[in-house]
């Protein structure tokens, strides 16, 4: 048999990854940063191009990472991570006739002012900034123009990945299912860290389809709804509200599990953001395991002595789950 009869293309995406963006918006003396990696994959009539190397139908990944700098520079998004994915995206498929989709993936890096002393006051200063945290903000968008150019529909969904916490107590483990296999102790007092990967989804958006010759007229559609844009893909506010979300219902939970903690934080961002309709983490228990001193006659294992602790690299649990609106 030949190989041809054998196996067939079934799916197919290419573009460039890992397109490091700096920008700067100079607003007078005021300027805004944002610095993004970013990732933009076609999908479309391309199949030749792997079947009968046909390069004719691919635009260059390296056109793909130039046109990912051109818009840095003459959007008027930047700034927003998800309307400049969006941006970038409508713009693949409305200016390739072959291309029907495009994946844009836009990692945002922390930027945030420095305070200086003014007049006794600390101010934010208006063009220097620091690394105020290794998580990044994540936003990935589909645009898909499958269903007509003229009818390009944009999937949005962002959230942070790699948020960092910790906490020294406040979180237990007990009561768990037992059989032979168990050796673990339940506790009532332990060390909660994880490193939290958060995503929440959005309902489709109608995209209205550049109509200049070099597709740069994207404008971000006005959402309808009495509630303007209050946790829309739009409301700027979003990514906050959930962080903070986050974070203060992992400190202020008296956590009986990163099952139940996780649960919480999910229903804190659906109640506090009315169009997201799932939110899903994905949590590690990253364990901390108190150092046996019993040889040496010091009690550093009963939770109320525990002090010293071995922070465990491999394995850590792993916590997942979707919450949906219903
Ligand atoms: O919060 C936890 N959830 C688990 O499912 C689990 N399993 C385990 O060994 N420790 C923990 N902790």
Same mark, same amino acid.
């Given at each position: 048999?030949?190989?041809?009869?054998?196996?067939?293309?079934?799916?197919?995406?290419?573009?460039?990854? %890992?397109?490091?963006?700096?920008?700067?918006?100079?607003?007078?003396?005021? !300027?805004?940063?944002?610095?993004?990696?970013?990732?933009?994959?076609?999908?479309?009539?391309?199949? /030749?191009?792997?079947?009968?190397? +046909?390069?004719?139908?691919?635009?260059?990944?390296?056109?793909?990472?130039?046109?990912?700098?051109? $818009?840095?520079?003459?959007?008027? *998004?930047?700034?927003?991570?998800?309307?400049?994915?969006?941006?970038?995206?409508?713009?693949? =498929?409305?200016?390739?006739?072959?291309? %029907?989709?495009?994946? #844009?993936? =836009?990692? !945002?890096?922390?930027?945030?002012?420095?305070?200086?002393?003014?007049?006794?006051?600390? @101010?934010? *200063?208006?063009?220097?900034?620091?690394?105020?945290?290794?998580?990044?903000?994540?936003?990935?968008?589909?645009?898909?123009?499958?269903?007509?150019?003229?009818?390009? @529909?944009?999937?949005?969904?962002?959230?942070?990945?790699? $948020?960092?916490?910790?906490?020294?107590?406040?979180?237990?483990?007990?009561?768990?299912?037992?059989?032979?296999?168990?050796?673990?102790?339940?506790?009532?007092?332990?060390?909660?860290?994880?490193? @939290?990967?958060?995503?929440?989804?959005?309902? +489709?958006?109608?995209?209205?389809?550049?109509?200049?010759?070099?597709?740069?007229?994207?404008? #971000?559609? #006005?959402?309808?709804?009495?509630?303007?844009?209050?946790? %829309?893909?739009?409301?700027?506010?979003?990514?906050?509200?959930?962080?903070?979300?986050?974070?203060?219902?992992?400190?202020?939970?008296?956590?009986?599990?990163?099952?139940?903690? $996780?649960?919480?934080?999910? !229903?804190?961002?659906?109640?506090?953001?009315?169009?997201? %309709?799932?939110?899903?983490?994905?949590?590690?228990?990253? *364990?901390?395991?108190?150092?046996?001193?019993?040889?040496?006659?010091?009690?550093?294992? /009963?939770?109320?002595?525990?002090? @010293?602790?071995?922070?465990?690299?491999?394995?850590?649990?792993?916590? /997942?789950?979707?919450?949906?609106?219903?």
């Amino acid at each position: 048999m030949s190989a041809s009869t054998l196996s067939e293309l079934t799916a197919a995406r290419y573009g460039k990854t %890992s397109v490091r963006v700096f920008r700067v918006v100079r607003e007078g003396s005021w !300027q805004h940063i944002v610095e993004y990696n970013v990732e933009s994959l076609l999908e479309g009539a391309i199949s /030749t191009s792997y079947t009968e190397a +046909d390069n004719s139908v691919v635009v260059a990944t390296d056109s793909i990472k130039n046109i990912t700098y051109y $818009l840095a520079k003459i959007s008027p *998004h930047i700034l927003n991570a998800e309307k400049f994915a969006l941006h970038l995206g409508t713009f693949f =498929v409305s200016k390739y006739a072959h291309i %029907s989709k495009a994946f #844009v993936t =836009v990692e !945002q890096l922390r930027w945030t002012r420095i305070q200086v002393p003014d007049n006794g006051k600390l @101010v934010e *200063h208006p063009h220097a900034f620091f690394r105020d945290g290794d998580d990044k903000r994540i936003v990935k968008v589909e645009v898909d123009g499958t269903a007509g150019k003229d009818k390009l @529909v944009g999937k949005v969904v962002a959230g942070i990945s790699d $948020l960092l916490v910790l906490k020294s107590t406040g979180s237990a483990f007990e009561n768990f299912f037992r059989d032979e296999f168990t050796t673990l102790v339940p506790v009532n007092d332990r060390i909660f860290s994880t490193s @939290v990967d958060l995503t929440y989804t959005f309902a +489709d958006i109608a995209l209205p389809a550049p109509t200049d010759e070099k597709k740069f007229d994207f404008v #971000v559609p #006005v959402q309808k709804g009495a509630d303007g844009y209050a946790g %829309s893909v739009w409301d700027e506010d979003v990514p906050a509200r959930a962080r903070t979300a986050t974070l203060e219902t992992f400190a202020v939970d008296e956590s009986a599990s990163v099952q139940a903690t $996780l649960y919480k934080m999910a !229903q804190r961002i659906i109640a506090e953001n009315a169009h997201v %309709s799932t939110v899903s983490y994905s949590l590690p228990n990253k *364990h901390y395991i108190p150092v046996d001193m019993k040889y040496i006659g010091v009690d550093n294992t /009963t939770p109320a002595h525990a002090e @010293v602790f071995v922070p465990i690299a491999h394995p850590s649990g792993l916590i /997942t789950a979707t919450i949906s609106r219903k």
